[in-house]
T-cell receptor, first 115, second 115 residues
């Protein structure tokens, strides 16, 4: 079955370190997204991509970057981790840019703690 | 500002009882509204997606309604089960020129079903 997987599931890192969270999907979806989820907030969009070599900033992109070198993967990099980036991160993918009824599939999440 | 508000914030019900969760939104232009179920420690999973012209949609014991005039939606759960314990997230998609717009997430309603 097609799926979307994130790794690692849990990570603890130190302030100032560079961290990369992996997201891999086998749906062959063009669209991929990274969100963060914090208490008291809905999921907030960090970055998204509509296809290979395409990346776009979301609502809370400062301090994060992504790259899309193939269809399956959209790694999220924290350039210099800060305590404010302690959160649960979700990756999602969906089929195509056009159309109102796009089903978005979410990964199981990565819990990141910055100490 | 595009917003999605959900109520109540949390809800406790007894197994077998029905419940209704509410979602109000101020998103324009409106494309579609989704309800997601998020189990603890997991990513959100889609329950229903409704466009402007649909006012009710069912998925098993879950029935979503949409009133596009008042910009309100509800999710009704019938004959609740312990496995229904989760957060339920209302998500509204804005339609920007026909392409997939941002998904605007509510903060969710945390439902606990007790035996």
């Amino acid at each position: 079955d097609a799926e979307i997987t994130q790794s690692p599931r849990h990570k603890i890192t130190e302030t100032g370190r560079q961290v990369t969270l992996a997201c891999h999907q086998t749906w062959n979806h063009n669209n991929m997204f990274w969100y963060r989820q914090d208490l008291g907030h809905g999921l907030r969009l960090i970055h998204y991509s509509y296809g290979v070599h395409d990346t776009n900033k979301g609502e809370v992109s400062d301090g994060y970057s992504v790259s899309r070198s193939n269809t399956e993967d959209l790694p999220l990099t924290l350039e210099s981790a800060a305590s404010s980036q302690t959160s649960v991160y979700f990756c999602a993918s969906s089929e195509t840019r056009q159309g109102p009824l796009l089903e978005a599939f979410f990964g199981q999440g990565t819990r990141l703690t910055v100490v | 500002k595009n917003q999605v508000e959900q109520s109540p914030q949390s809800l406790i019900i007894l197994e077998g009882k029905n419940c209704t969760l509410q979602c109000n939104y101020t998103v324009s232009p409106f494309s579609n509204l989704r309800w997601y179920k998020q189990d603890t420690g997991r990513g959100p999973v889609s329950l229903t997606i409704m466009t402007f012209s649909e006012n009710t949609k069912s998925n098993g014991r879950y029935t979503a309604t949409l009133d596009a005039d008042t910009k309100q939606s509800s999710l009704h759960i019938t004959a609740s089960q312990l496995s229904d314990s989760a957060s339920y997230i209302c998500v509204v998609s804005a339609n920007y020129g026909g392409s997939q717009g941002n998904l605007i997430f509510g903060k969710g309603t945390k439902l606990s079903v007790k035996p």
